[in-house]
């Protein structure tokens, strides 16, 4: 069977990646979805810490355990960020 094609014109974004041209390749950037997964759940003015989870961190402490879907959601997008996205992490 024969498809037709059309063109598209140079690839700037797929699956919620930017892509820019560069010399020898592409740029690849997730800033706009990482931005949207913050605003989504409500993290736009979280500060920064070198370990998220405390010691002594229980169901009742967070928003994500009463909402088991919003819980999924969160880490598999989080999953998608770091993984299909860094080639050199995930071993493509």
Not at 24 to 35: E, T, V
Not at 55 to 73: A, C, M, Q, R
Request: charged residues 15%; positive net charge.
């Amino acid at each position: 069977e024969k498809f037709s094609m059309k063109d598209l014109g140079s690839l700037s974004f797929f699956l919620n990646i930017h892509f820019k041209p560069m010399k020898g390749g592409y740029l690849i950037n997730q800033r706009q979805y990482i931005i949207e997964l913050l605003i989504n759940t409500g993290m736009t003015n979280c500060n920064t810490v070198s370990t998220p989870m405390t010691k002594s961190l229980s169901g009742e402490d967070s928003v994500f355990f009463e909402n088991i879907t919003l819980y999924e959601t969160v880490l598999g997008k989080l999953n998608y960020i770091s993984r299909y996205s860094r080639y050199w992490i995930c071993g493509i």
